[in-house]
């Protein structure tokens, strides 16, 4: 029994693709502390440093007393504490849209509003760099599924004019990304909304990684390309910039009651821990403040220092280096070569990420170079300093 596994774990180790974890004895931070010694931190989404923010420390700190540390329920039994309303009322409001549910992940959130959404007679079509959690719950839904190549509007296209012809009943939704979580681009939204219109389909965004980075008060990018009202279900992580944890839904109310009453996590899981609730509600306040904007803008100066200084990468020709976000792959494509890349940089204290399959394509290994409103420009200079030092 005890070996039961070890030869599929000697198989991951000779392809290069056996992980561990990695213990981090601190806070999230610009820095942080790892088997004994201090690391510069560019592994992580916390996009605007929120994540040990006094503000949102106090929030929580403060619920814990009110609330206590657990939600004893799922949110339809007797979990749905004051927090959570809060929050979801904060959320719909800085949204734009009418209501807003939270979910205990942003996984959570994929994987249950999918399924409520289509089924088997209906069709999903995918954009192929889509997040594990998006991809999990189109197949979950049991919808006839299409991957279409990623940010390829021609062969969405195609496949809606299939759908159409095919599937003339039944209900079409595009499931895509804001901002690609290990490329870093954006999606074309502007074109793809009109696409959808012409041919009725359902869009659901996922702005995880656009929220707080992206349209005025960090709002994503369907309200900084202004289409937010085409966009049905807007999905979002409270766990990246917003620097807690969860995900959301935001729409219709009709969207939200149908959620609440057919969305499996939401409904068959306790609800969060209300003191992360209220961390998050005071991260959307931050958000929407003129404070928040401010640390916002401090973000992008940091995007524009990594732009200017990170070495081309061993793949340059297959990197963008025009992101629009402030996640910088530099592609490899070996694994091997990634992990032994990401030692280097951890030997000059650097926390850099190799990101392998099946996160990214076989053969498409890379580091996954974010930075944070929290960074020091030195730091972001130093480390393209080392990376350009990188043996390729
Ligand atoms: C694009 C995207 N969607 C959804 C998720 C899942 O969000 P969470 O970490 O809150 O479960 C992630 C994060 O890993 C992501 O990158």
Same mark, same amino acid.
């Given at each position: 029994m005890s070996n039961l596994f070890q030869e599929q774990l000697q198989a991951l180790r000779a392809r290069s693709l056996y992980r561990k974890l990695r213990e981090i004895g601190?806070?999230?931070?610009a820095e942080v502390q790892i088997v004994g010694r201090t690391l510069i931190n560019f592994?992580?989404?916390?996009y605007l440093g929120l994540a040990n923010n006094p503000r949102l420390r106090e929030a929580a700190t403060e619920a814990i007393a009110e609330?206590?540390? $657990?939600? *004893?329920?799922s949110r339809l039994i007797s979990g749905t504490q004051s927090p959570h309303v809060r929050l979801e009322g904060a959320l719909a409001k800085w949204k734009g849209t009418p209501a807003a549910l939270c979910f205990s992940s942003g996984y959570a959130a994929a994987v249950g509003t999918i399924p409520a959404i289509v089924a088997k007679n209906d069709v999903v079509l995918l954009d192929k760099l889509c997040h594990a959690s998006l991809l999990d719950g189109a197949k979950l839904s049991g919808a006839t599924l299409r991957v279409f190549p990623h940010n390829h509007l021609g062969k969405l296209e195609s496949h809606l004019a299939w759908a159409r012809r095919e599937h003339p009943d039944s209900r079409v939704l595009i499931v895509t990304e804001s901002v690609f979580s290990m490329d870093g681009d954006r999606v074309p939204l502007r074109e793809l909304v009109e696409m959808k219109k012409r041919f009725g389909a359902l869009l659901l965004l996922d702005e995880a990684h656009a929220?707080?980075?992206?349209?005025?008060? $960090?709002? *994503?990018l369907a309200a900084e390309e202004a289409v937010a009202h085409n966009v049905e279900i807007q999905m979002g992580t409270l766990s990246k910039a917003l620097g807690v944890s969860g995900g959301y839904i935001c729409g219709s109310r009709s969207l939200i009651e149908w959620l609440v009453n057919r969305a499996r996590p939401f409904i068959f899981s306790t609800a969060p821990p209300p003191a992360l609730a209220a961390a998050a509600l005071a991260a959307v306040e931050f958000l929407a403040s003129d404070e928040g904007e401010k640390r916002r803008q401090l973000l992008w100066s940091r995007i524009k220092t990594v732009r200017e200084f990170l070495p081309p990468s061993p793949q340059a020709q297959i990197t963008k280096r025009d992101q629009g976000s402030a996640i910088h792959p530099w592609i490899i494509g070996d694994e091997q070569t990634a992990l032994d890349m990401s030692r280097t940089l951890q030997s000059e204290n650097f926390l850099v990420p190799a990101i392998r399959y099946p996160s990214v394509a076989k053969g498409s290994a890379r580091l996954r170079v974010t930075v944070t409103a929290d960074h020091e420009d030195a730091q972001i200079r130093a480390l393209c300093e080392a990376m350009g030092r990188l043996n390729v």
């Open positions: 601190s806070a999230q931070g592994s992580s989404n916390d609330f206590g540390v $657990g939600a *004893g329920a929220l707080g980075v992206i349209g005025a008060n $960090g709002r *994503g």
